[in-house]
């Protein structure tokens, strides 16, 4: 398969360029190198920003594309990324719920936690860039590695569909335990250092073990999202792109969400049905070619739906165990 891109090095340089000042702008600028508990009004005024930004982005592109590709090249390039980014910012969510898990096994005090997902930012974009370049490369050189994809996502989705209200014990982790009995290991936190030394010894602190978790679920979720939008695309520029606005905004969305997990737990079950959805849509493509605004349309429709009747069953129980 002959993968192209109406991307040039200029835009792709532009864009790497844009996503560092952004992180330079959170981390020195807007206090990020500084332990603070980040405020529901906070995190609403990032999620907002993020998602402005990737419309924006969109429009753009938009824009850039109608007036030296044509109208129906921009529609085409525009609608992928929508969907790309509407594709990836949901399944995003799911890794949100494992944030809350970690942070609860570990006591992350609040104050402590925007550092170390600032950091697992930074791991699931090298994590991103690394495996969309490996897919690239897969999927121009053995075409057929897309039906493997679209397997595994159905795959993927039907075990999430039985599994989804299994929680995943963190003290049985193999990972886990094995730092634990090979590292040494403070008993508590040191604010947000993830090494100490102590009498001339270096000992990694409960934080080292939390950005370690972090970064193994940014990757275990990337294997399920980085096919996913090759259902939508193989344009390399638009999975880049579409999988960092989703990244960069997941940290907001986080502490704008996290208090409210218990409250989305259908929402699972939207992102389950999305895998297969997705995935049966690689399988069928021989035969069937969906346009892409009716795949925007669908994963739109599952995604708004299972946050609906979360938030009404939700209410409903409240409603109930109030006397």
């Known amino acids: 398969m002959n993968i192209e891109s109406f991307a040039t090095g200029p835009m792709w340089a532009g864009f790497i360029v844009f996503v560092l000042a952004m992180l330079a702008l959170d981390l020195f600028v807007l206090g990020g190198n500084k332990a603070h508990r980040v405020s529901v009004k906070e ?50 969510v799911d890794n949100m719920f494992v944030f809350v898990m970690i942070f609860t096994y570990f006591a992350v005090p609040a104050e402590l936690q925007r550092r170390v997902l600032l950091y697992g930012v930074l791991g699931a974009i090298v994590m991103r860039a690394g495996m969309i370049l490996a897919g690239v490369w897969l999927v121009q050189e053995f075409a057929w590695i897309l039906y493997v994809f679209g397997a595994f996502l159905v795959l993927t989705g039907i075990k999430m569909l039985v599994f ?15 730092m634990r009995g090979h590292m040494r290991i403070t008993p508590g936190f040191h604010g947000e250092k993830f090494v100490v030394r102590i009498n001339g010894l270096l000992y990694a602190t409960p934080m080292f073990l939390v950005l370690v978790m972090i970064e193994i679920s940014d990757l275990v979720f990337a294997v399920d999202s980085i096919p996913a939008i090759f ?43 999305v895998l297969v959805f997705v995935g049966g849509k690689m399988l069928v493509a021989p035969w069937f070619h969906m346009p892409v605004q009716w795949s925007l349309a669908i994963v739109g429709s599952v995604i708004l739906i299972s946050v609906l009747l979360s938030l009404k069953l939700s209410a409903r129980k409240l409603s109930r165990d109030t006397p």
Do not use: C
């Open 231 to 273: 259902a939508v695309t193989t344009d390399p520029f638009i999975v880049f792109t579409s999988n960092i606005f989703a990244i960069m905004g997941l940290r907001a969305l986080y502490f704008l969400l996290a208090d409210l997990a218990d409250r989305f737990h259908l929402l699972k079950y939207g992102l389950a049905l």
């Open 164 to 178: 989804a209200e299994h929680k995943p014990d963190l003290e049985k982790n193999p990972l886990l335990r094995w």
């Open 43 to 92: 995190a609403g005024s990032w999620v907002a920003a993020w998602v402005s930004m990737a419309f924006a982005f969109a429009a753009l592109l938009w824009w850039y594309l109608d007036g030296t590709a044509g109208r129906e090249m921009a529609n085409r390039k525009a609608l992928e990324f929508v969907t790309g980014y509407l594709i990836e910012q949901s399944l995003s």
